[in-house]
């Protein structure tokens, strides 16, 4: 059982360059979320997914977007990277109505230089 | 008011002792609780839930106060591999999961 899978681990991209971090879970979770982690700033939330064909901003939606293209995967874009973007970005799957375990996937560690 | 805090640390300690973190929270309405355990470069995993008034697991035991809006985690006889980032998540149904920025601890030999 995968669980939540993230792709890619590891990325260093250019400023200005564009990418998706793909995100699958096989645990039948309705709800699914995005978060980055900088060092002394805890997990923030991007955007979340309530359901499938839903999208909402969490804490720090700005340069980014997201698809939930179907209730398995959850996508994170960034349009134009800035280096204000180098950060680990977690994805996360919960079962229930948004309060319930979150299952978190390895993390994506971006660098933007 | 932060909707989550907790004291960052680091608290360091020897093993065998009993260490105890806060976390206050602002939103009353918050149903369950929710501490996660990060070990370093790592995702979060489930620690406890907290449903009602406290949990315990074996060493771990949380405690929760609605009327002053803090959830605690108690570890006892802490062991070296207990070194992690502890993170809080009160919760209200039907909103996202916000995250404390954690609190670390450190256990030494």
């Known amino acids: 059982n995968a669980g939540v899978t993230q792709t890619p681990k590891f990325q260093v991209l250019k400023t200005g360059q564009s990418m998706t971090l793909q995100c699958a879970q096989d645990?039948?979770?309705?709800?699914m979320y995005w978060y980055r982690q900088d060092p002394g700033m805890g997990l923030r939330l991007i955007y979340y997914?309530?359901?499938?064909?839903?999208?909402d901003k969490g804490e720090v939606p700005n340069g980014y977007n997201v698809s939930r293209l179907n209730k398995r995967e959850f996508s994170l874009r960034l349009e134009s990277a800035a280096p204000s973007q180098t950060s680990v970005y977690f994805c996360?799957?919960?079962?229930?109505?948004?309060?319930?375990?979150?299952?978190f996937g390895q993390g994506t560690r971006l660098t933007v230089v | 008011r932060k909707e989550v805090e907790q004291d960052p640390g680091p608290f360091n300690v020897p093993e065998g002792a009993t260490v105890a973190f806060n976390c206050t929270y602002s939103?009353?309405?918050?149903?369950?609780f929710f501490w996660y355990r990060q070990d370093c470069r790592k995702e979060p995993k489930l620690l406890m839930s907290?449903?009602?008034s406290g949990n315990e697991d074996g060493r771990f035991t949380a405690q929760l106060n609605r009327a002053s809006q803090y959830i605690s985690l108690l570890i006892r006889d802490s062991k070296l591999s207990d070194s992690a980032t502890y993170l809080c998540?009160?919760?209200?149904?039907?909103?996202?999961?916000?995250f404390g920025k954690g609190t670390t601890l450190s256990v030494s030999s």
């Open positions: 996360a799957s919960t079962k229930g109505p948004l309060n319930t375990e979150a299952f």
């Open positions: 907290v449903y009602s």
């Open positions: 997914s309530a359901s499938e064909g839903t999208t």
């Open positions: 939103n009353s309405a918050s149903q369950s």
């Open positions: 645990m039948n979770h309705n709800s």
């Open positions: 998540v009160p919760n209200q149904a039907g909103t996202a999961l916000i």
